[in-house]
């Protein structure tokens, strides 16, 4: 085990910088505390805080509704935060709704002399729509429709704005009562468009893609222990450019109290987890998950998640 860490480590950190740069890096850091925890494999694994973020198709195996928020403080005054709600459509069909945010705050602004102006605030935004339709009682085809934002000040009174539409797709088959394998692909078409014309006399019109990643994981319940764990493999829509490992697993205590690590998007991580009874047993479940990058730079995560 400790040499497939190490293994897995050293490929994520020596293809980190050919992806990690690229637009739309905030829908590929980890979403929720109980993912980022066990290292962000989930293709085929059920978030319950986000339903439909890592594969759509789960939209078609829910049998409760999912309500699910999340909130990650990052350094250097970073953040991360998404709400989703996603709801079965019986007998065979479900749907999910969600917005992500991510943002830098307190970014201090300066004129040309250098005197400090006003502080700005720079954000991308997120809104996901998301289908699936179960093709037979064992396997579902999911696609979710992002709306995306970003708004990025230039001075005390401009701002950049891009905006762009992007999808996912995913299928996922039920392989036995503890057994899932799921396949993605993400950010098909993703992209920011920007008219840099109202900012600068030379202005002009251009695109930045986000890099489409294509996965495949599994997710197994070895005695009494869960397994998550896939490979994404990443290109810039012309060629190769990274692949990208994931695991994790999670151990379960009186059927109440999760406790979780993993290692995946470059990150290692642990994490806690608590399920309770709001309004019915089990309908509530709080996470947190402590993660730390190959540059030592950390996030706390906490989500929560309520089925009814």
Request: charged residues 15%; hydrophobic residues 40%; contains cysteine.
């Amino acid at each position: 085990m400790k040499k497939s860490v190490l293994i897995l480590s050293f490929i994520s950190c020596l293809f980190a910088q050919d992806w990690g740069e690229q637009s739309g890096g905030f829908l590929r850091m980890g979403m929720t505390a109980r993912s980022m925890a066990m290292g962000g494999g989930f293709t085929a694994e059920l978030d319950q805080s986000f339903a439909t973020f890592h594969n759509p198709a789960w939209a078609a195996f829910l049998v409760n509704r999912q309500l699910g928020s999340s909130y990650t403080n990052l350094s250097l005054d970073r953040r991360l935060a998404a709400t989703s709600f996603s709801t079965p459509l019986p007998p065979t069909a479900g749907v999910g709704v969600a917005w992500v945010n991510a943002g830098v705050t307190n970014i201090q602004g300066r004129y040309s002399t250098g005197m400090k102006s006003t502080k700005m605030q720079t954000g991308e935004n997120a809104i996901m729509i998301t289908f699936a339709q179960k093709v037979l009682p064992w396997i579902s085809f999911g696609a979710t429709v992002k709306i995306l934002r970003y708004d990025l000040p230039m001075t005390e009174s401009d701002q950049l704005t891009g905006s762009g539409i992007g999808f996912d797709i995913g299928i996922l088959v039920k392989a036995g009562k503890f057994n899932t394998l799921g396949i993605t692909v993400q950010d098909l078409s993703s992209n920011y468009q920007w008219d840099t014309g109202d900012v600068y006399a030379e202005g002009r019109l251009y695109k930045d893609e986000f890099p489409t990643i294509y996965r495949i994981g599994s997710r197994t319940n070895f005695k009494g222990m869960i397994v998550v764990g896939d490979i994404g493999l990443i290109t810039d829509h012309e060629m190769f450019v990274s692949v990208l490992p994931r695991l994790g697993v999670e151990y379960g205590f009186l059927e109440q109290y999760y406790f979780r690590g993993g290692y995946g998007n470059g990150r290692k991580a642990f994490g806690l987890g608590y399920e309770y009874g709001l309004f019915k047993p089990h309908d509530s479940q709080i996470d947190y998950a402590f993660s730390m990058d190959w540059a030592t730079q950390s996030a706390h995560t906490i989500s929560y998640a309520f089925r009814f």
